[in-house]
């Protein structure tokens, strides 16, 4: 089942692949957003000039820079210039409240917080003195200034460089930051042995870019020479305007959390059956939905994607192609290339197929760990004994499943109090943390609840 090995540019940075693309076709369209559109050449001259920017406020190899920006132009270019300055990004949603930014400034000690003009809250109180700000707006001038040339590769003694560092919720009431490593990322979208992204795609970019979904989106289409057609969140809610604009700009790649794809599977499957890739994920898929689908409108390839943010997006994706009478579940699938999957007893034991037990991911998809958070990387990220590589780790992801005997997955359930809300991965522990903390309030209990089918939402006591 884990005869995943698939050659990939493993030692490559992120920024040299997309530099690559650009060499093959400069004049090709890189991104689009709403009346805008930059090719190839224009946008590794913007990100360019912001890297130099970058450089130019003293960022150093190996340090961090926080974008707090909507989906957008700006967030897509500030990812590509901060990795070509040779730091890691922290994508940071500019809805979270002052308080939240500002954690994840000073824990991921990011030298500089890079801002688009109303995109961000105030600087937020408590962020460090020390942290350069830069906003895109109003520092354009400055920016536009510098060389627009490739920046020269920075030299690392070590092996593991970080892409970027995305916050997830935590039990104890504070988000934790998770190190990505620049080859996870290639992997995921890399012969990964499922979605073949080719020059002539189109992807649409509809998720947050502090959710890590949006990893597979940008990177997926920008190292393989596709075209990433960005979509506000405004009209991703809005399921006439939403249709429109994949219609027009041609999507053909599209991913979709299952609360959404339950929405629109009925007013929108004409187009969602005109897709070359259709992913769902981010929590328990209805088989009546596919269906449905399936049904009236089947999509060319309909992938069930599977993974926590720790093993960098996708771990496992399931085909679907027929749903059966009375199916009550989808599989999550079989590990993508270049993951192993292990479905362990208590004792850390490989269970038989069939017997339910914790998974557990391991392979080039794994990140480093949480940052600043030693005990919880060592809990979670455990010596893989499976491997032939003794530094080799996997994740312990409190999912619980088993294998069928095709050599997919079936998911049953958690191992502890996290819950997936619309594609959100939400610790309940962290919002009763925080309830606690009212002077009026001695005692907090937060459930998920799904009165009705498709319409899960958190209630506390």
């Not at 060499?23 to 360019?48: I, M, S």
């Not at 996870?184 to 502090?210: F, Q, Y």
């Not at 409108?297 to 399931?318: D, I, R, V």
Request: glycine fraction near 10%; charge should be negative.
């Amino acid at each position: 089942f884990n005869d995943t090995a698939a050659d990939y540019p493993k030692e490559a940075l992120i920024h040299e692949l997309f530099e690559q693309q650009v060499d093959k076709t400069p004049d090709a369209v890189a991104v689009v957003y709403e009346g805008e559109q930059l090719t190839y050449a224009q946008l590794n001259a913007k990100a360019n000039q912001l890297a130099h920017h970058l450089q130019a406020q003293g960022v150093d190899p190996g340090e961090r820079v926080a974008i707090i920006a909507r989906r957008g132009l700006g967030s897509v270019i500030g990812e590509l210039a901060a990795l070509k300055a040779g730091a890691a990004y922290v994508p940071i949603d500019p809805e979270f409240p002052a308080e939240r930014q500002a954690f994840m400034i000073e824990d991921s000690e990011a030298a500089v917080v890079m801002t688009e003009g109303g995109a961000a809250s105030p600087v937020p109180q408590g962020a460090k003195d020390a942290t350069v700000w830069i906003d895109l707006d109003r520092d354009a001038a400055h920016i536009a200034a510098c060389p627009t040339h490739d920046l020269a590769r920075v030299q690392r003694s070590d092996t593991e460089v970080d892409a970027y560092v995305m916050y997830t919720s935590g039990s104890s009431g504070t988000p934790k930051g998770v190190l990505v490593p620049q080859h996870a990322v290639n992997r995921l979208v890399i012969n990964n042995g499922n979605t073949e992204i080719t020059a002539d795609d189109v992807v649409a970019h509809c998720s947050n870019p502090a959710f890590d979904a949006s990893t597979f989106e940008i990177w997926g289409a920008l190292l393989n020479g596709a075209r990433v057609v960005i979509v506000p969140h405004e009209q991703v809610m809005d399921p006439e305007a939403f249709g429109r604009v994949l219609k027009e700009r041609g999507v053909n790649v599209l991913w979709l959390t299952v609360g959404l794809f339950n929405q629109y599977v009925d007013v929108l499957g004409e187009v969602l059956g005109g897709m070359k890739y259709l992913l769902v994920g981010g929590d328990v898929v209805d088989p009546s939905a596919i269906a449905r689908l399936l049904e009236a409108h089947p999509p060319k390839n309909l992938l069930n994607g599977y993974g926590p943010t720790e093993t960098t997006t996708f771990a496992a994706m399931h085909r679907i192609e027929r749903i059966s009478e009375g199916q009550r579940s989808v599989p999550i699938g079989k590990p993508i290339g270049n993951v192993q999957i292990y479905i362990l007893d208590e004792a850390g034991q490989p269970v038989p197929i069939g017997v339910t037990g914790e998974i557990h991911i391991g392979g080039d998809g794994v990140a480093r760990g949480y940052l600043n958070r030693p005990e919880l990387t060592d809990e979670k990220f455990v010596p893989n004994p499976f491997s032939a590589d003794v530094n080799a780790r996997m994740y312990r992801t409190g999912d619980l499943g088993y294998w069928r005997e095709d050599g997919a997955i079936e998911f049953v359930g958690r191992n502890d109090f996290q819950v997936k809300i619309r594609g959100l991965r939400i610790e309940l522990g962290e919002i009763e943390a925080r309830l606690t903390e009212l002077p009026q309030v001695r005692e907090a209990v937060v459930l998920a609840r799904e009165d009705h089918p498709g319409d899960k939402r958190l209630v506390a006591y």
